[in-house]
C-alpha cells in the first residue's frame, strides 16, 4: 500500500508535468549545492529544478501521460519544469553545463513530444521568442511592400501601354483619321 506522502509526491510531480511547457531531465552529481542555487538562477524565473527520486517520477510522468521518459530515469535525477519559455531555459542550462561539466542533460519532453539531449541542445541554440517574432513581423512587412509595389505597378504599366499606343496611332495617321468601320459608311 502506498504511502501518503509518496501518493502527495507523485500528484504534485504529476500536475508540473501537465502544467509544464517542457519538462528536461539532468544528471547533478558532482554538483554542490552553491552550484544548484546558481543553475536555479540561470533557468530564469519560468522554470522550476528539483532534485527528484526516480520511481516517483516515472509514476508522475506515466500519469500525466509521458511515457518516453522511462529510459532516463537512471542515477541521480533532477528535473527542470518549464512553464514559460522553454528556449530560454534551455539556453540556461546549456550555458551553465559549459561551465559545469558534471551537470549533463539526459532529454525531455516539449508539449508532449520528447527530445534528445541533443535536440535541447538544438532548441538553445535558437534566437528568442521575442526575437523570432520581430523577424516575422520583418518579413511580413516585407511581403506586404512588394505586393503593394506589384499591385501599383499594373495600372501604372496599363497607362503607359496605353499612352505608348495613342502616341503610334498619332504617328502613322494623325489622330483625326478615322476608325476603318467609320470608312465603310
Do not use: C
Request: glycine residues 8%.
Amino acid at each position: 500500500m502506498a504511502r501518503p506522502d509518496k501518493a502527495a509526491a507523485v500528484a504534485e510531480l504529476a500536475d508540473q508535468f501537465r502544467s509544464s511547457n517542457a519538462a528536461v531531465l539532468t544528471e547533478y552529481r558532482g554538483l554542490t549545492v552553491a552550484q544548484l542555487k546558481q543553475l536555479r538562477r540561470s533557468l530564469g524565473e519560468n522554470a522550476q529544478y528539483a532534485v527528484v527520486k526516480n520511481t516517483l517520477t516515472k509514476i508522475a510522468a506515466n500519469e500525466a501521460g509521458i511515457d518516453t521518459l522511462d529510459d532516463l530515469f537512471a542515477g541521480p535525477t533532477a528535473v527542470a519544469f518549464v512553464t514559460g519559455d522553454p528556449v530560454e531555459s534551455a539556453k540556461g542550462l546549456r550555458d551553465f553545463a559549459k561551465d559545469n561539466p558534471n551537470l549533463i542533460i539526459k532529454g525531455g519532453v516539449l508539449d508532449g513530444k520528447a527530445l534528445s539531449a541533443d535536440e535541447f541542445k538544438k532548441l538553445a541554440d535558437l534566437e528568442s521568442r521575442e526575437v523570432l517574432l520581430a523577424k516575422l513581423a520583418g518579413a511580413m512587412k516585407g511581403k506586404q511592400t512588394q505586393a503593394a509595389q506589384l499591385f501599383q505597378a499594373l495600372p501604372s504599366k496599363f497607362v503607359r501601354t496605353a499612352e505608348a499606343l495613342r502616341a503610334k496611332r498619332e504617328e502613322q495617321g494623325g489622330a483625326g483619321t478615322p476608325a476603318p468601320a467609320e470608312a465603310a459608311e
